[in-house]
């Protein structure tokens, strides 16, 4: 682990340095607040410090009121050296921030236990923080087909068109539904249903780009949002969507069953916001759906007129 050291005395801080390089600890050292605080701004930098209280230029609690006031993580443990020991001294020194102090001259032990301490702590941060992310992420996948939930596909989507609005970049979505999925589930059961979706779900995931957001939006309906598509890109990609479903069929101990994907494309319309825009592609799925299944349909001007019905539309979008 790292370890920054802040000190003024050369004397005290060879010391110091040699000692928590026998400990194992990988040692920064540096004479002065400054450079101390210099150092902990950059990427990468120590989570544990041992500060000088008197030192020239920042003191050590002007380092540790600058660490604190900055972004909680990842968090610093800071163990203040000082040589007062006046209760007084001790509190201003815990309010500026620090963790923990030892007054000087400190006896070795202690100061191995007081860094052992920090470093408990570090660990116990670094393991809340991992589990939030894995909760994190576990909240925004939908559970049968491990693809983005619908809230966490929406939400990417209105990034992804605030992006574009910035950029002036495409950007496309596409509405997918397996078609007569009712049909399966009450031929086969719910577990079949059950791996139509998730085999749907994996051949969809490999036919995209690593860029493109794939989330479940319904029961047996997809919305991808494809950056940086325009309409003749998006119509490729899902063509090749539903060439994927199609091309085998999903094995089950009943015997094989034909998948297909009827799917709608819409691209980015300056006057057509996240809903419009999925307004268009599930009228251009209906019409998919009407006109046979296993098929793709393009959005077109008439569909976003519908969709945004309060805004006349200007007829040169791609
Ligand atoms: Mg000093």
């Given amino acids: 682990m790292k370890v920054l050291i802040a000190e003024d005395d050369p004397v005290s801080r060879r010391l110091l340095e040699a000692t928590l390089r026998r400990w194992g600890y990988e040692v920064i050292a540096c004479a002065d607040g400054t450079t101390a605080w210099q150092i902990l701004q950059q990427a990468d930098a120590p989570q544990l410090v041992i500060l000088d209280w008197m030192m020239p230029g920042m003191d050590g609690i002007q380092v540790c009121r600058a660490v604190r006031t900055r ?3 990842p968090y610093v443990y800071i163990l ?7 209760k007084s001294d001790i509190i201003t020194g815990l309010e500026a921030g620090a963790d923990d102090y030892l007054t000087k001259p400190f006896d070795t032990n202690e100061l191995r236990m007081r860094l052992r301490a920090g470093r408990r702590i570090l660990d116990l941060q670094a393991e809340l923080i991992f589990a939030r992310e894995a909760l994190r992420e576990q909240a925004m996948r939908d559970s049968l087909t491990r693809l983005w939930n619908r809230a966490a596909i929406l939400s990417m989507l209105r990034q992804e068109l605030e992006r574009a609005r910035r950029t002036q970049a495409p950007l496309s979505v596409v509405l997918a539904d397996l078609d007569h999925f009712k049909k399966i589930n009450d031929t086969y059961g719910h577990l079949a249903g059950d791996m139509a979706l998730r085999e749907a779900a994996r051949r969809m995931r490999a036919a995209v780009r690593p860029y ?18 325009d309409a003749a890109a998006a119509l490729a990609l899902a063509q090749r969507l539903r060439e994927a479903i199609a091309a085998e069929p999903l094995l089950l101990t009943e015997g094989k069953l034909a998948l297909t994907l009827s799917l709608g494309v819409a691209s980015r319309h300056p006057q057509a916001d996240d809903t419009a825009l999925i307004a268009a592609a599930d009228a251009a799925l209906y019409r998919a759906k009407r006109h046979g299944r296993n098929r793709v349909e393009v959005a077109t001007l008439a569909d976003f007129a519908t969709a945004v019905p309060d805004v006349t539309l200007s007829p040169s979008f791609s």
């Fill in 80 to 86: 203040l050296l000082t040589a007062r020991s006046q």
């Fill in 212 to 229: 493109d957001a794939i989330g479940r939006y319904g029961g047996e309906e997809f919305l991808l949002v494809l950056p940086g598509c």
């Fill in 71 to 73: 972004a909680a993580e």
